[in-house]
């Protein structure tokens, strides 16, 4: 089945500065990934999500890259806000028929800094 | 749109008791998924359902867990004879058709079950 690695599990950054999330997936024949964004006791909420036909997209402060022949796919957060602290999730579906299953990574633990 | 409903949103057993846990997709979704997640980890797939049918449960523990998501209500997740190590949040999701190449899925807010 499909295996996600996110790293790092904990990322703490400057009001305003970058941050960067990393995932590498294991079935080559994933096709779609999603990010979820979960605040403290709440729903998970999909904040962007990609399709392995495209290699990148964006969505105001938020983007997305996908390199599959690298099997990797990342979440980049630009001039980030104190409402951005969160757990972030990547996630990536497993391959055809059984591509309705979501599997998740560990998560990372977003902090921003006023 | 309401989204996707979950209640109990907090649920607390004693060891051995039963859970019933219940999950009202968002209208026009007819698929429903249950994920577990355990603390400072990320979610597990358990089972996938659609009306009156289990399409997957290959993530959901043998024993003890049942799922269901009859024609009429919501999908409901059972655990008999509840242990501690089941204490964790139990999250539905659902998506209006499967996910090749279309359906995203929404979750709920999750049932936070604590097992004593």
């Known amino acids: 089945g499909e295996n996600v690695e996110q790293h790092p599990s904990t990322l703490s950054v400057q009001e305003g500065d970058s941050a960067v999330i990393k995932c590498t997936y294991s079935?080559?024949?994933?096709?779609?990934f999603p990010w979820y964004k979960q605040e403290l006791g709440k729903r998970p909420q999909l904040i962007i999500d990609?399709?392995?036909?495209?290699g990148e997209k964006k969505d105001q402060r938020i983007a997305v890259t996908l390199n599959k022949t690298a099997k990797h796919f990342s979440l980049h957060i630009t001039e980030t806000q104190p409402e951005d602290s969160a757990v972030y999730f990547c996630?990536?579906?497993?391959?055809?028929?059984?591509?309705?299953?979501?599997?998740f990574g560990a998560g990372t633990t977003v902090t921003v800094r006023a | 749109n309401a989204g996707v409903m979950q209640n109990p949103r907090h649920l607390v057993r004693r060891r051995g008791q039963e859970a019933r846990l219940r999950c009202s997709p968002m209208?026009?979704?007819?698929?429903v998924y249950w994920y577990r997640q355990l603390p400072e980890e990320g979610l597990k797939f358990m089972v996938y359902?659609?009306?009156?049918?289990?399409?997957?449960e290959s993530g959901m523990p043998k024993e003890r867990f049942s799922a269901e998501f009859p024609k009429e209500g919501p999908s409901i997740l059972r655990i008999q004879q509840v242990v501690r190590g089941d204490s964790a949040a139990y999250f539905c999701?659902?998506?209006?058709?499967?996910?090749?190449?279309?359906?995203?899925?929404?979750f709920g807010p999750g049932t936070r079950l604590l097992v004593l």
């Open positions: 999701a659902s998506s209006p058709e499967e996910l090749s190449g279309k359906g995203t899925q929404y």
């Open positions: 359902l659609q009306k009156e049918n289990i399409i997957d």
């Open positions: 990609i399709r392995s036909n495209v």
């Open positions: 996630a990536a579906t497993h391959r055809w028929p059984n591509d309705y299953k979501l599997s």
């Open positions: 209208k026009g979704h007819s698929h």
């Open positions: 079935d080559s024949a994933s096709n779609y």
